[in-house]
Nanobody, 123 residues
């Protein structure tokens, strides 16, 4: 059974950087697209970024384009989200989740959700 575990969150000042990791166990990521999502208090969960199983296709929310980069290392069964130029509005719990092969814009199309990692951007 696939399990995903997020790590790398924390407190960072505006303009700073963090790298989140999504480590998989119980199943190979070779056949799975992985999405990163976030949920701020009082808001719905939203798609931040997604990478296809091959790594050949990546998607980003408009709010993070040019600042965030998603990547994957299938040998390590891990997907990363490099977050640069962080803003206070990036503050949220960040989750990763999986679906077969290709990305989707719909949160509900993903499964095997991790427990999340808190990212707080504040001075």
């Amino acid at each position: 059974q696939l399990q995903l575990v997020e790590s790398g969150g924390g407190l960072v000042q505006p303009g700073g950087s963090l790298r989140l990791s999504c480590a998989a166990s119980g199943f190979t990521l070779d056949y799975l697209a992985i999405g990163w999502f976030r949920q701020a208090p009082g808001k719905e969960r939203e798609v931040v970024s997604c990478i296809s199983s091959s790594g050949g296709s990546t998607n980003y929310a408009d709010s993070v384009k040019g600042r965030f980069t998603i990547s994957r290392d299938n040998a390590k069964n891990t997907v990363y989200l490099q977050m640069n130029s962080l803003k206070p509005e990036d503050t949220a719990i960040y989750y990763c989740a999986a679906r077969g092969y290709y990305c989707s814009d719909y949160v509900s199309f993903f499964g095997s959700w991790g427990q999340g990692t808190q990212v707080t951007v504040s001075s």
